[in-house]
C-alpha cells in the first residue's frame, strides 16, 4: 500500500461520558475537513463513567495517523484505537429496511430477506420492516436489492467494532 492511497479505517475512541466530548471529537473532524462516515457512541461502562466512540472515516495514512493523534490529544480521550490497522476486529451495522410491495413483488422481498438472513420485524398488507445485521457492504447489497422492489425507507446504526482476542481497548 502505497502512502497516499485513501483507505476506509475505523477507529475506536475510550472517551468520558460526559457532555461537550462527541462535539469536540466531531469539531476536530469538520475542523480539518475530514468526513466521518459513520458514527456511533454509547456509554460502556457506567460506574467509570466512559462512553466508546467508533468512527469510519477515509484517508491517506498520513491523514489517518493526524486524525489519530489530535484525538489522542483530546483532553477526555483515554485511548485512541485503529481496529483496521491494529490487528483483527469484527465490526457490524445494524438497519431497518422498508419495503413497500404488494403481489408478486412482496414474495421478492420476502425470498431476498431470508436469503440475507433479514428478519421482518414489522408487517402490514402494504409493507415490511426488515431488521439486518451484518457488515456494511451486506446491508449496502441488501438495500439495493431492495431498490426495485418498493424500498421505502432506511434507518442504520452506523458501525460498532471491537478487536478480536482477549484485550480491551
Same mark, same amino acid.
Given at each position: *500500500?502505497? %502512502?497516499?492511497?485513501?483507505?476506509?479505517?475505523?477507529?475506536?475512541?475510550?472517551?468520558?461520558? $460526559? /457532555?461537550? +466530548?462527541?462535539?469536540?471529537?466531531?469539531?476536530? #473532524?469538520?475542523?480539518r475537513?475530514? %468526513?466521518? $462516515?459513520?458514527?456511533? !457512541? /454509547?456509554e !460502556?461502562?457506567? =460506574?467509570?463513567?466512559?462512553?466508546?466512540?467508533?468512527?469510519?472515516?477515509?484517508?491517506? *495514512?498520513?491523514?489517518?495517523?493526524?486524525?489519530? /493523534?489530535?484525538?489522542?490529544?483530546?483532553?477526555?480521550v483515554?485511548?485512541?484505537s485503529? &481496529?483496521?490497522?491494529?490487528?483483527?476486529?469484527?465490526?457490524?451495522?445494524?438497519?431497518?429496511?422498508? !419495503?413497500?410491495?404488494?403481489?408478486?413483488?412482496?414474495?421478492?422481498?420476502?425470498?431476498i @430477506?431470508?436469503? #440475507?438472513r433479514?428478519?421482518?420485524v414489522?408487517?402490514?398488507? $402494504?409493507? #415490511? +420492516?426488515?431488521?439486518? !445485521?451484518? /457488515?456494511?457492504?451486506?446491508?449496502? @447489497? #441488501?438495500?439495493?436489492?431492495m431498490?426495485? &422492489?418498493?424500498?421505502?425507507?432506511?434507518?442504520r446504526?452506523? +458501525?460498532?467494532?471491537?478487536? =478480536?482476542?482477549?484485550?480491551?481497548?
Open positions: *500500500m502505497q %502512502n497516499n492511497d485513501i483507505r476506509r479505517h475505523t477507529i475506536a475512541i475510550l472517551v468520558d461520558n $460526559e /457532555a461537550g +466530548v462527541l462535539a469536540r471529537v466531531i469539531g476536530l #473532524f469538520s475542523g475537513g475530514y %468526513n466521518i $462516515e459513520s458514527l456511533t !457512541v /454509547a !460502556v461502562d457506567p =460506574r467509570e463513567q466512559l462512553s466508546r466512540i467508533t468512527i469510519v472515516t477515509s484517508g491517506t *495514512m498520513m491523514i489517518i495517523e493526524q486524525i489519530k /493523534a489530535q484525538l489522542s490529544r483530546l483532553v477526555p483515554h485511548k485512541v485503529d &481496529l483496521t490497522l491494529d490487528g483483527p476486529s469484527v465490526s457490524r451495522e445494524l438497519a431497518l429496511v422498508k !419495503v413497500a410491495a404488494t403481489g408478486e413483488k412482496r414474495v421478492e422481498s420476502l425470498r @430477506a431470508d436469503i #440475507f433479514a428478519r421482518a414489522d408487517s402490514t398488507n $402494504e409493507s #415490511f +420492516v426488515f431488521e439486518i !445485521v451484518g /457488515a456494511t457492504d451486506k446491508l449496502d @447489497a #441488501f438495500i439495493r436489492l431498490e426495485p &422492489l418498493g424500498l421505502v425507507d432506511v434507518s446504526t452506523g +458501525v460498532v467494532a471491537i478487536a =478480536r482476542g482477549p484485550k480491551s481497548l
